[in-house]
């Protein structure tokens, strides 16, 4: 499975925007960005994925490089409640890994009031 | 909905007990799946089951035993539990129709610690 790279810890103040960022340099043609996030004492939640295009939801907007070798989790107005783990995933969606995601160790936000 | 469910949360064992960690979701979800997490780790996959019926290895399966008893449960077992396999267990669910193809659910873990 190809690899993500992302910095071990980000900080942000409340209300700020932030942007955390993944490297996937040898991402394949089928493979999805995925974002997900753990908060503290909590199973990981699903935030957003994409393949191509930059996607936006009600959580967090998705910018993806031309190349697909990088991405972007884009969190608009950073909240106290945003201080989590998030994990950058690539999952291919081609035949038998039935949604295996491999979870790397994410990067630590730290939001302050 | 409930969404995932685990039981127990918390657990002390000392080594060589056995014991099964629970999982039900009610979601009507076809895909099941085992994760444990180590301290400052990602998760990492033990076992999952694409379907009611069937069950396949992760990455981690040595020491450990699944059931999907049906659509709704899927069990972890620890036959003879070491302190290696202390650890945070995770068990998510997938559909595999619909729009929300893509999100694994997960539910709020069982700490598990083996003495």
């Known amino acids: 499975d190809a690899k993500t790279t992302q910095p071990n810890s980000m900080e942000s103040n409340e209300e700020e925007p932030v942007h955390l960022p993944c490297n996937h340099s040898t991402i394949s043609g089928t493979d999805y960005i995925h974002w997900y996030r753990q908060l503290p004492s909590q199973g990981p939640e699903y935030v957003i994925h994409g393949l191509t295009s930059n996607v936006n939801n009600r959580m967090a907007s998705l910018a993806i490089a031309e190349d697909r070798k990088s991405s972007t989790l884009i969190l608009h107005r950073a909240t106290l409640r945003d201080a989590a783990v998030y994990y950058c995933?690539?999952?291919?969606?081609?035949?038998?890994?039935?949604?295996?995601?491999?979870f790397g160790r994410g990067t630590q936000l730290t939001v302050w009031p | 909905n409930a969404g995932v469910t685990q039981t127990p949360k918390f657990q002390v064992l000392k080594t060589g007990q056995s014991m099964t960690l629970q999982c039900a979701q009610d979601?009507?979800?076809?895909?099941m799946y085992w994760y444990r997490q180590d301290p400052g780790m990602g998760l990492r996959l033990i076992y999952y089951?694409?379907?009611?019926?069937?069950?396949d290895k992760g990455e981690v399966p040595n020491g450990y035993n699944v059931s999907r008893l049906n659509k709704r449960e899927f069990s972890l077992r620890l036959e003879s539990a070491a302190p290696s396999q202390t650890s945070v267990y995770f068990c998510a669910s997938r559909t595999l129709s619909g729009r929300n193809i893509y999100e694994q659910y997960f539910g709020p873990g069982t700490r598990l610690t083996v003495t």
């Open positions: 089951s694409a379907s009611e019926g069937t069950t």
């Open positions: 979601m009507n979800h076809n895909s």
């Open positions: 995933i690539l999952r291919d969606v081609r035949g038998s890994t039935l949604g295996r995601l491999y």
